[in-house]
């Protein structure tokens, strides 16, 4: 069974950085794309950022581009997020998921099977 946990959520200010991590379980980790979703209050889920199962191909949301970087460690099984610069709006619950099927690049919260469940990022002004 997969499962997919988050970490490394928290309350900061403007600014700041934070680095979420996600891991996840199974043999296959560094065959499948992984990638960051987002949902903050009363809004539906958003792309944040996906790479590919090698981690030579990446694709951000264009809020979060020059920001954000995402990467993976396929000997711990972990896909991180890099969060830099944050902004209020950056505020949301963080959810990393894996896609059965190839890199696309498209930010298509349907073509990912497994999710985890989610970590808090709150970024005050």
């Known amino acids: 069974q997969v499962q997919l946990v988050e970490s490394g959520g928290g309350l900061v200010q403007a600014g700041d950085s934070l680095r979420l991590s996600c891991a996840v379980s199974?043999?296959?980790?560094?065959?499948?794309?992984m990638g960051w979703f987002r949902q903050a209050p009363e809004k539906e889920r958003a792309f944040v950022a996906a790479i590919s199962a090698s981690g030579g191909s990446t694709s951000y949301a264009d809020s979060v581009k020059g920001r954000f970087t995402i990467s993976r460690d396929s000997a711990k099984n972990t896909v991180y997020l890099q969060m830099n610069s944050l902004k209020p709006e950056d505020t949301a619950v963080y959810y990393c998921?894996?896609?059965?099927?190839?890199?696309?690049?498209?930010?298509?919260?349907?073509?990912?099977?497994?999710w985890g469940q989610g970590t808090q990022v709150t970024v005050s002004s």
């Open positions: 199974g043999r296959t980790f560094s065959r499948t794309s």
């Open positions: 998921a894996r896609k059965t099927t190839p890199f696309s690049g498209r930010g298509d919260s349907t073509e990912y099977v497994y």
